[in-house]
C-alpha cells in the first residue's frame, strides 16, 4: 500500500514537471544590416536652480535627435526590423551572422551564436513577407 502512494506521488510529481515546461520553437534567420534610425529628442535646459526659483526667463534648451539601432532579421518567409529594448546598453550585432530567435508575447528573443549566444529581447517594428519561390517563378512566367 505505501509503495503504491509512493509511485502515485511520483508519478504525480513528474507529471507536473513536465506540464510546466512549454515548447520552445526556434526560428533562423540573417541579421542583414543595421541602421540608425531616429528614435526620440534629448532636451537639455540651460536653466540654473536660481532661474528655476526667480522665474528668469534667460534659458535656453539645447535639443539633439536620438538615434537608436534597428537592425534587419530575414528569414525564408519574413523580413523582421527590430530594435534592442534594452536603450541603455545595447548590444552591437554582427551583420551577416545567422541568428536564432523565437517570440514571447510581446518580444522577440534572439542569440547570435558567434557573439555569445545570450537571448537578448528586441521590439518588433515591422514584418514583411517576403516573396517565396513557387510565386516569383509564377510571376515571371506570367509576364
Not at 505505501?2 to 513528474?14: D, H, N, S
Amino acid at each position: 500500500m505505501k509503495t503504491i502512494f509512493q509511485i502515485g506521488l511520483l508519478l504525480m510529481v513528474a507529471s507536473l514537471a513536465f506540464a510546466k515546461d512549454e515548447p520552445v520553437f526556434h526560428q533562423t534567420g540573417t541579421i542583414t544590416n543595421m541602421d540608425a534610425v531616429p528614435c526620440g529628442v534629448d532636451e537639455n535646459s540651460g536653466k540654473s536652480f536660481a532661474g528655476e526659483i526667480l522665474g528668469t526667463d534667460g534659458a535656453h534648451k539645447k535639443s539633439r535627435e536620438m538615434l537608436c539601432q534597428e537592425y534587419v532579421l530575414k528569414t525564408d518567409t519574413v523580413m523582421y526590423r527590430i530594435r534592442p529594448r534594452d536603450d541603455k546598453h545595447p548590444v552591437l550585432l554582427p551583420v551577416g551572422e545567422r541568428a536564432s530567435f523565437r517570440i514571447k508575447k510581446d518580444k522577440l528573443l534572439l542569440a547570435v551564436a558567434e557573439l555569445d549566444g545570450k537571448e537578448r529581447e528586441y521590439s518588433v517594428t515591422s514584418m514583411q513577407m517576403l516573396p517565396s519561390e513557387s510565386r516569383s517563378t509564377a510571376e515571371r512566367a506570367a509576364k
